[in-house]
């Protein structure tokens, strides 16, 4: 075997090596979700699930369908968040990039500066200024909350994309007849799809994985989303492991189906948005 194989096949190895080590997990997660409760505490553990079950569904799908509840408060509060972070970020970006537009760099600064403010910091602040407005434990109150941080990250993300188009599209359309908004819409956007793909699939995680502001924000389980429903199986006493797993696992899921299925977006705008700034 010549060193360039022996090279390949190591790499191959250590990128399974690693892939298994970042799965186990995920693995365990669902391993555990299947797992009856006489077995859980089983020392030492079982790798494979033993008696395996699917109770823990059942209980909290069908008999019991308060889950099913908190899962459609986390779709409403992140494709909220999704759309609304799309309708300001991109108007924002493309200014940002393309018009002659005064102290880009200092609104660049606080864009950035906003992006690095942990949600922790920003949770008190916004609960006493939404009690005053009556945003407080509604969905529009949540949305507006997490676009703090999907907001900037948006922006951030389209900005490049902008900066990569050639100078002339605009005045080349303009030519053809279109005004500034038609060109804008009809040859600017579909160019910029790859980085609108991926902006739409991470501010839709900002919104479905979001905890800080929920807790803090929230008070009715009307609005609340999965994330604070997962706390339901942690009590005093113990915590339902294959309960909390199983939910875990479904709350898991719209990930999953949102990078497999937009994974040539996802990639490939994130390379393509890093190669101009």
């Not at 009856?36 to 790798?47: F, R």
């Amino acid at each position: 075997m010549t060193n360039a194989k022996w090279k390949s096949t190591g790499a191959t190895f250590i990128g399974i090596l690693i892939m298994i080590v970042f799965l186990f997990p995920v693995y365990w997660m669902v391993k555990t979700s299947v797992t009856p409760v006489t077995e859980l505490y089983h020392n030492p553990p079982h790798l494979w699930p033993v008696g395996a079950t699917l109770e823990s569904y059942i209980n909290n799908f069908v008999r019991n369908q308060d889950m099913i509840g908190y899962i459609g408060n986390s779709l409403i509060i992140a494709t909220g968040t999704m759309v609304m972070s799309l309708l300001l970020s991109i108007p924002a970006a493309y200014a940002l990039a393309r018009l002659p537009v005064k102290g880009k760099a200092l609104m660049m600064i606080s864009v950035l500066s906003i992006q690095m403010l942990p949600g922790i910091m920003m949770a008190m602040p916004l609960y006493i200024m939404f009690s005053k407005v009556h945003l407080n434990d509604n969905f529009a109150g949540l949305i507006f909350a997490d676009l703090i941080h999907s907001l900037p990250f948006a922006i951030i993300t389209l900005r490049p994309f902008f900066l990569a188009l050639p100078s002339g599209l605009e005045e080349a359309a303009m030519i053809d007849g279109c005004n500034k908004f038609t060109s804008f819409t009809k040859i600017i956007l579909p160019l910029v799809k790859p980085g609108l793909m991926t902006v739409a699939a991470f501010c839709f995680l900002f919104g479905w994985g979001d905890f800080i502001f929920a807790l803090t924000l929230t008070s009715s389980n009307t609005v609340r989303p999965l994330t604070l429903g997962l706390y339901r199986f942690i009590g005093q006493y113990g915590t339902e492991w294959n309960n909390l797993m199983a939910v875990a696992t479904l709350a898991a899921l719209p990930i999953i189906v949102i990078f497999v299925s937009m994974q040539k977006y996802v990639v490939g705008g994130i390379t393509a948005g890093s190669m101009k700034d």
